[in-house]
């Protein structure tokens, strides 16, 4: 996707896309020789299959294996290899923490030093997510000049740094070094400007930490702060003014809540469950024209190495779809972020399962949705940042280019 | 391959890589309407296209016919359109010469020029190759302020020239212009200066061209030297370096050393047939990760337009699979740096077939090794610089992208 041509091209319309992300769905054969699509009962998506078309996409290269970031943000229609989103600030998404373009973000992890400031543990015994949450409210406490200083606890030792420059005080910066030094039975490091635009920040930073430290300093164990991952808010186009309409997300995961939030989507309360996701959907239908619809479970199992576990959400999965297609969706897409083989229990680079079902499809010759089909399916091997646009174009919503 | 993304995300490991490059692999229905492959008897790379997965490698671009060079560079992870090497460093390599950073290479003819000077055979009668390198050996006594001079024959009339800086001298450039006319009836040209950055070269290369009508000025024929593809070093990214491992090069036929030497493989001792190339890959076979084997056989016979030849280098190749899987490969690919079709006697820009196999693949619903089964392949159709990307991924050489 090329920003400046969608926008010149996306007009604005009545119809409806749905982009449902199911998480991790692309997988390799099992103990059988099937994979877990090809081994699932889905006759639902199989019908869309029959009546749509099939494809795979790439998320960010051949042979590269995206993390959720890259994953999401190449479905959205962005190339991840240009819209790079640091630790950081992803690690803050991951918590729905609302980011804004002044704040910098890291990742820190609560540690225990010696006496002799030396670090005995990295991440503090795996401290307890309560003592994090309540050792993250004193280090909130802290006060910097010229930026509010917020700490959220995330889980066990870990946490989110953001520092928030108040306004008419300098622009704080990524350009600053790690403390984490990824070894024990030395000092944390000083932070470190990595260009002339980071001093001021790395000053800042060293002025939390050694505060940090002098908070915690009675504790036996998680008595000193690591950071690394700094990172502010990418410079993201914003997909509803890219394309002209309304976008909505609805995910039960936070990560995915916040990916979207990156790229200008609402996020809407999605509930705690996929059925409570999907009738958040149904109710918003008349007040988006784009739904990011996300669905956890798939790369769950498949990260759990759990096949049969894979299969079965993906055929939980396919008894949603009625529903769905009761909405009327002019275009519904069914997609992966990444593949998740349960064979391999992680992350892949193989190609993605994808399917495109609606108005103005040329349909293919496939009837079950799955990777075999998929690799020979009509719309080809795509670059997942190609999705939306193809999608926009089913729906009405991209005009001719040229005269 | 981006080589900045290659280097941030390779990683070490213990895995094992065999990149088979059948030369001129690609090939064209014959008179009964069957290509080389399909008419093959080729069981073992039946077998890997069962257990494995098919596709198509696209070399430069669609439509685009590669040398060996670009070829080569191609299924070594380089865009050849981006990594372009001269016509002198290629014909270097082509003779095993070890060419430096400093060195500026060019081809050479040896001509006869009549008594005005003027050209009268572009080739000097295609002179015998023993006279060209008793000649050789003459002009590379030539000397010049600041470079050292070698003449290496290659065959018939041809010949390497190759200048290198001495330290401290200024340096080589390969601005400067070709002083064949690619005509007769004319003098040869004097080099010019394309840039100012070739002034001082261009007097160099002129000093030479007059030393060396000095020195064959008794003879008849093959008494001057027609200078062209004046080229340096490309600066290419070293393999070893970007994927972290140690890579071996095994080709019977000096060109396709000279290639891998280029991109920083440890050339090792082929011996004189294919045989004795695995012998090689068996016995070095724990000392490096990446082993890149070169199979001339099928372009040899392609190029000279032999149909039943070339099938018959297939089945033979084919025959020495079984050794090459005794290895226990992690990732064995089959690939083919061109396509060579025995019925066009030339290489060709037909996609050409892709093979691999071994762990972590997504098999497809491939049995036949062919061209036909390849281009609906689970793989699908690749650039060719994608390979090495995609075969690393498998050995689980690649970290994922992002979080």
Chains 1, 2 share one sequence.
């Not at 690690?91 to 225990?112: K, M, V």
């Not at 000083?190 to 001021?200: I, M, N």
């Not at 950071?227 to 003014?241: A, C, I, K, N, V």
Request: proline share 7%; with cysteine; aromatic share 6%.
């Amino acid at each position: 996707m090329d920003p400046d041509l969608i926008r010149r091209l996306s007009i604005p319309g009545e119809s409806k896309v749905l982009l449902c992300v199911l998480d991790g769905l692309g997988g390799l054969p099992g103990p059988l020789g099937r994979s877990e699509l090809e081994s699932a009962d889905c006759r639902h998506l199989d019908r869309l299959a029959t009546d749509g078309a099939l494809g795979q996409t790439i998320p960010v290269g051949h042979g590269i294996t995206p993390g959720s970031g890259p994953g999401h943000f190449a479905l959205f229609g962005y190339d991840p290899l240009v819209y790079e989103v640091g630790r950081g600030v992803l690690e803050g998404t991951g918590i729905d923490i609302e980011l804004q373009p002044s704040d910098l973000a890291a990742r820190g992890n609560l540690c225990t030093v010696d006496a002799d400031g030396r670090i005995s543990d990295r991440r503090a015994g795996r401290v307890a997510t309560e003592v994090t949450a309540e050792l993250a409210a004193e280090l909130s406490t802290i006060e910097l000049p010229g930026c509010e200083v917020v700490v959220h606890a995330v889980r066990e030792h870990r946490f989110v740094l953001v520092l928030r420059a108040t306004e008419g005080s300098l622009p704080l910066s990524d350009a600053i070094s790690e403390t984490d030094p990824q070894a024990e039975g030395v000092p944390p490091l000083d932070a470190v400007a990595t260009g002339p635009e980071g001093e001021h920040t790395a000053a800042l930073v060293n002025q939390f930490a050694r505060e940090a430290r002098a908070r915690l300093a009675g504790r036996e164990t998680a008595n000193a702060v690591l950071l690394r991952g700094w990172s502010t808010l990418p410079d993201l186009p914003q997909l509803p003014e890219l394309w002209k309409l309304r976008a909505a997300a609805i995910a039960v995961y936070p990560m995915y809540r916040g990916l979207a939030r990156l790229v200008g989507m609402d996020v809407l309360d999605a509930g705690e469950s996929f059925e409570t996701a999907v009738a958040r959907v149904r109710a918003a239908w008349d007040d988006y024209d784009f739904f990011f619809l996300h669905y956890k479970p798939t790369d769950a199992a498949g990260e759990d190495g759990d096949f049969a576990r894979k299969r079965q959400a993906l055929r939980d999965f396919d008894a949603c779809v009625p529903e769905l297609l009761a909405l009327n969706p002019n275009v519904l897409i069914v997609a992966g972020d990444h593949s998740t083989p349960a064979m391999m229990a992680a992350h892949s680079w193989h190609p993605v399962p994808l399917l495109l079902w609606g108005d103005n499809v040329r349909t293919d010759a496939s009837h079950h949705f799955d990777e075999g089909e998929c690799s020979v399916g009509g719309l080809g091997t795509i670059p997942a940042k190609e999705l939306l646009p193809l999608a926009f174009a089913h729906a009405m919503r991209l005009a001719k280019f040229g005269a």
